[in-house]
């Protein structure tokens, strides 16, 4: 059975930092591209990042780019998204993402940034 358990989540003040961890079982880790998802309150879910299976490449939203670092551990099997310098716009429900040939989601962790 698949599992990926998200967490890492909170409330954090304006240019303060959070880093989410997405641990994964119940298929082959390290065959699968990881991303990070967000949905703010009345928005559509957006993609956050993207990691390949070797962890060779990585692709950001423009919104956060050089904010936010996505890294692997395909011992461990855990996918991580480190984020500083967060806005209030940062605010959402965070999810992790495996896809390959299929595509497992994670139950979300709510990330708030606000004084």
């Known amino acids: 059975q698949v599992h990926l358990v998200v967490s890492g989540g909170g409330l954090v003040q304006p240019g303060g930092s959070l880093t989410l961890s997405c641990v994964a079982s119940?298929?082959?880790?390290?065959?699968?591209?990881m991303s990070w998802y967000r949905q703010a309150p009345g928005k559509e879910r957006e993609f956050v990042a993207r990691?390949?299976?070797?962890?060779?490449?990585?692709n950001y939203a423009d919104s956060v780019k050089g904010r936010f670092t996505i890294s692997r551990d395909n011992v461990k099997n855990t996918v991580s998204l480190q984020m500083i310098s967060l806005k209030p716009e940062d605010t959402a429900v965070y999810y992790c993402?495996?896809?390959?040939?299929?595509?497992?989601w994670g139950q979300g962790t709510q990330v708030t940034v606000s004084s």
């Open positions: 119940g298929f082959t880790f390290s065959n699968y591209v």
């Open positions: 993402n495996a896809k390959r040939f299929r595509e497992y």
């Open positions: 990691i390949s299976s070797t962890a060779g490449s990585t």
